[in-house]
């Protein structure tokens, strides 16, 4: 199963109170040289051994969010897009929306009851990062002030300066 390689998070259903909830935290990956700002509600539940990044879980409704970062093969940004959202399809995700850019990239899918959403930026010397929400698609709405904010706040560190 080729999600593995995109360190996939499977969520149920969300309903997180308010997108502009004051409780956001940030999470901020070293190795990379990225941040992001992670809902309310969402736990860590797990950090890569590798540094690259970590799944966070909601317990109030099953929600599970991924990010992480990594070097695309060759340093091109918008080819580890595009293959990752090859490993969707061929994991019969049916992709809905998709916009790849040299410096940011996204795109959403859905299979069966749920969907997901995923956002790439392009960092330092050729590496990427990357969050990955996936829930209910009864979900839909409740997940489009969240989904705003994450993009907005997945961004390079002060260090870190992504290409032009």
């Known amino acids: 199963m080729r999600l593995g390689v995109f360190a996939i998070a499977l969520l149920p259903g969300l309903a997180l109170p308010a997108a502009a909830a004051d409780d956001w935290h940030p999470y901020a990956n070293p190795r990379f040289g990225y941040t992001v700002e992670i809902p309310p509600g969402f736990e860590m539940q797990q950090q890569a ?15 599970t969010l991924i990010v992480f970062g990594t070097h695309p093969p060759g340093g091109d940004f918008e080819i580890d897009v595009a ?15 998709s916009r790849i850019t040299p410096a940011w990239a996204s795109y959403s899918s859905a299979r069966n009851r749920e969907v997901f959403y995923a956002r790439a930026i392009a960092l330092c010397d050729g590496s990427a990062a990357y969050f990955r929400l996936q829930y209910r698609k009864s979900r839909l709405t409740s997940f489009d002030g969240v989904i705003s904010r994450m993009a907005a706040a997945l961004r390079p ?7 032009d």
């Open 49 to 63: 051994d590798t540094g690259d990044g970590a799944s966070f879980h909601a317990d109030d409704n099953g929600a």
């Open 83 to 97: 293959e990752r959202i090859g490993y969707e399809k061929d994991d019969r995700w049916r992709i809905l929306f």
């Open 157 to 163: 560190s002060e260090l870190c300066q992504p290409p």
